[in-house]
């Protein structure tokens, strides 16, 4: 059983919206925070967004501020990742990631997450 079970994505167009969820199977504690990086193809993995379950802080890449939300729901630790006004540059495969990150500062650094999803494919058409 996956620590991490993601759920969402598929082909949109340009301008619609699509929601990806992520549930983690274990019980958060301490500085624990989830999120989304992506992958397009040829490229490296980037960071999209996080959310710290202390702060309750969510943090955004710049090139998706405005238009992406981040929240959770506490009850069975899942977080969300609401995508609106996408473009065909959000293409790519969004991994969902759960840790504990060293701090704020540190949220968006890939080699702090300790669990990773299997991906999910998101395309957006133009």
């Known amino acids: 059983q996956e620590e991490l079970e993601e759920s969402g994505g598929g082909l949109v167009q340009a301008g619609d919206s699509l929601r990806l969820s992520c549930v983690f199977r274990?019980?958060?504690?301490?500085?624990?925070?989830m999120g989304w990086f992506r992958q397009a193809p040829g490229q490296e993995r980037e960071f999209v967004a996080a959310f710290r379950w202390r702060d309750r802080g969510s943090y955004y890449a710049d090139s998706v501020k405005g238009r992406f939300t981040i929240s959770r729901d506490n009850a069975k630790p899942t977080v969300f990742l609401q995508m609106n006004n996408l473009k065909p540059e959000d293409t790519a495969v969004y991994f969902c990631a759960a840790g504990w990150p060293a701090g704020s500062l540190r949220v968006s650094a890939s080699s702090q997450y300790t669990y990773w999803g299997r991906g999910t494919q998101v395309t957006v058409s133009s």
């Open positions: 274990e019980r958060p504690f301490g500085e624990f925070a």
